[in-house]
């Protein structure tokens, strides 16, 4: 495993792709305000999924051994936890992963792989404004 910087300059090593379940987790952690429990995720995706809480906890330690989450004790015996990778962060990751391996760091066979017909004329105009800033050496 590889090491990047976060936006704040922190130094983490790089994580591997996550399973889907585990990016469910995290999905429901970057949408909500940190700290963020076992119970909550519990309660709003392991009841409708038929998740023992023993799941959960196996899942918030994968992460936290990944670098994922970080945890702090919270009252009694629950633990908080926060996330060390924003959900941007992760998705650079996954997508510059993505371009390498399929399309060996190739712009031009990433985009060749899209199908037109899907874009549409505000994607393109995105796409365009996009282009420019690039040109005039802006990165976002």
Do not use: C
């Amino acid at each position: 495993m590889s090491s990047y910087q976060n936006a704040k300059g922190e130094t983490h090593m790089k994580s591997q792709r996550l399973p889907d379940t585990e990016f469910e987790i995290m999905t429901y952690i970057w949408d909500r305000e940190p700290p963020v429990t076992t119970t909550m995720v519990m309660e709003a995706l392991g009841r409708a999924r038929g998740w023992k809480i023993q799941t959960v906890v196996t899942l918030f330690a994968r992460l936290t051994e990944r670098g994922f989450l970080r945890v702090e004790r919270g009252s009694g015996r629950e633990r908080a936890f926060y996330p060390i990778i924003t959900r941007e962060e992760y998705l650079r990751m996954e997508t510059e992963s993505f371009v390498e391996h399929y399309h060996r760091n190739s712009f031009k066979s990433l985009l060749t792989a899209l199908e037109s017909e899907r874009l549409t004329e505000s994607d393109l105009d995105e796409l365009s404004r996009w282009l420019e800033r690039q040109k005039e050496g802006g990165r976002s």
